[in-house]
């Protein structure tokens, strides 16, 4: 399966859910599941909770009838109970207080579930209780589940944070209304022209209420200084960062022939060039001129070297002169201090 595969059939398995909720909701607004035992307990919550939690709570009810109960301690306000269903030989503790109707057993299905078990409905019935107590009857398990969201609240006193999530949870609540009805009258043309045309009254009706033009009046002043106020944001400017460029990425293969081709140039040029073309004349004629281009170099250093050498050997001779000129003088004063 493809992605556009997977799309399409994720959308259809939502609509099925879709379709299957509208349904369930209007099967739980406009029918009663089928009673089979006609007690007031089972009426009371048949009335109460969804079709599919019902279900659920009316295994619990027809549990009770083979609880077996014996009663431990009270003292006239609270009661202690001993619970214990046939074939089971785990006792359960169930404690009831007649002064505030409340009840709790230790098995804590209500706890986990919010469905009161067959123990604590055993107990209920032993004190001639018609309907279950308000407290244990949860909401999110009833019919009404998705109405009434929120209250009404006094937000004359409140601060500005406490109104933002009143009103929040008040679009919430009309969301919820709002989606149910959309989806009921999508179903036909007469459905859709009905919501239309309530919706337009509804607009008029809340055009002409003075509180909420006030409220509007507000908004669009704050918004209006909030745009005075406001500084121009432009996008950052756009910096290339170092050695990144905009060129394709070479692969290995590529990077490998252009490193053998750089290897083979060089070989190439280091290699004396041993080919020769010239015919023997020209090979004869450039050696005699190859000679004489070096014989011209020999007589030039020669020359050039010339005067080094004759001022090297005058100060030879410098030296040896007054070398023997120092000699005599030695020999004459040595015969003269012999004849003295």
Same mark, same amino acid.
């Given at each position: 399966?493809?992605?556009?595969?997977?799309?399409?059939?994720?959308?259809?398995?939502?609509?099925?859910?879709?379709?299957?909720?509208?349904?369930?909701?209007?099967?739980?607004?406009?029918?009663?599941?089928?009673?089979?035992?006609?007690?007031?307990?089972?009426?009371?919550?048949?009335?109460?909770?969804?079709?599919?939690?019902?279900?659920?709570?009316?295994?619990?009810?027809?549990?009770?009838?083979?609880?077996?109960?014996?009663?431990?301690?009270?003292?006239?306000?609270?009661?202690?109970?001993?619970?214990?269903?046939?074939?089971?030989?785990?006792? *359960?503790? +169930?404690?009831?207080? @007649?002064?505030?109707? $409340?009840?709790?057993?230790?098995? /804590? %299905?209500? &706890?986990?579930?919010?469905?009161?078990?067959?123990?604590?409905?055993?107990?209920?019935?032993?004190?001639?209780?018609?309907?279950?107590?308000?407290?244990?009857?949860?909401?999110?398990?009833?019919?009404?589940?998705?109405?009434?969201?929120?209250?009404?609240?006094?937000?004359?006193?409140?601060?500005?944070?406490?109104?933002?999530?009143?009103?929040?949870?008040?679009?919430?609540?009309?969301?919820?209304?709002?989606?149910?009805? *959309?989806? +009921?009258?999508?179903? @036909?043309?007469?459905? $859709?022209?009905?919501?239309?045309? /309530? %919706?337009? &009254?509804?607009?008029?009706?809340?055009?002409?209420?003075?509180?909420?033009?006030?409220?509007?009046?507000?908004?669009?002043?704050?918004?209006?200084?909030?745009?005075?106020?406001?500084?121009?944001?432009?996008?950052?400017?756009?910096?290339?960062?170092?050695?990144?460029?905009?060129?394709?990425?070479?692969?290995?293969?590529?990077?490998?022939?252009?490193?053998?081709?750089?290897?083979?140039?060089?070989?190439?040029?280091?290699?004396?060039?041993?080919?020769?073309?010239?015919?023997?004349?020209?090979?004869?004629?450039?050696? /005699?001129?190859?000679?004489?281009?070096?014989?011209?170099?020999?007589?030039?250093?020669?020359?050039?070297?010339?005067?080094?050498?004759?001022?090297?050997?005058?100060?030879?001779?410098?030296?040896?002169?007054?070398?023997?000129?120092?000699?005599?003088?030695?020999?004459?004063?040595?015969?003269?201090?012999?004849?003295?």
């Amino acid at each position: 399966m493809d992605l556009v595969d997977f799309v399409h059939h994720y959308e259809d398995k939502i609509e099925e859910m879709r379709l299957a909720e509208l349904e369930e909701d209007f099967r739980c607004k406009n029918g009663m599941p089928h009673l089979k035992v006609k007690s007031g307990i089972f009426k009371h919550a048949a009335s109460e909770y969804t079709m599919k939690i019902f279900s659920f709570f009316e295994q619990e009810l027809i549990s009770f009838f083979g609880v077996r109960m014996t009663e431990f301690s009270n003292n006239g306000i609270d009661y202690i109970y001993e619970a214990f269903e046939e074939g089971c030989k785990r006792i *359960f503790k +169930v404690q009831f207080s @007649s002064l505030t109707s $409340t009840v709790s057993c230790s098995c /804590k %299905l209500f &706890e986990s579930m919010g469905l009161l078990c067959c123990h604590a409905l055993k107990v209920i019935d032993s004190k001639n209780f018609t309907c279950i107590p308000k407290q244990y009857i949860m909401k999110r398990w009833t019919k009404g589940a998705k109405k009434e969201v929120v209250g009404s609240y006094d937000l004359s006193y409140s601060s500005d944070k406490e109104k933002k999530s009143a009103q929040s949870l008040r679009l919430s609540e009309l969301l919820h209304q709002g989606n149910f009805a *959309f989806s +009921v009258g999508s179903l @036909s043309d007469l459905g $859709t022209k009905i919501i239309k045309q /309530k %919706l337009m &009254e509804a607009l008029k009706i809340l055009e002409n209420d003075e509180e909420i033009a006030n409220v509007m009046g507000n908004l669009n002043k704050r918004d209006n200084n909030i745009s005075s106020n406001e500084c121009l944001v432009l996008n950052p400017s756009i910096i290339r960062a170092k050695d990144v460029t905009n060129a394709r990425i070479k692969n290995s293969l590529e990077n490998k022939k252009k490193k053998s081709a750089k290897v083979g140039g060089s070989s190439q040029s280091s290699r004396p060039n041993t080919m020769s073309f010239e015919t023997p004349q020209q090979q004869h004629d450039m050696q /005699k001129h190859a000679n004489s281009s070096s014989t011209a170099v020999t007589q030039h250093q020669y020359s050039s070297n010339m005067p080094a050498a004759r001022q090297h050997q005058q100060q030879h001779r410098g030296t040896n002169s007054n070398n023997g000129s120092t000699s005599s003088c030695n020999s004459k004063l040595k015969a003269a201090a012999t004849s003295a």
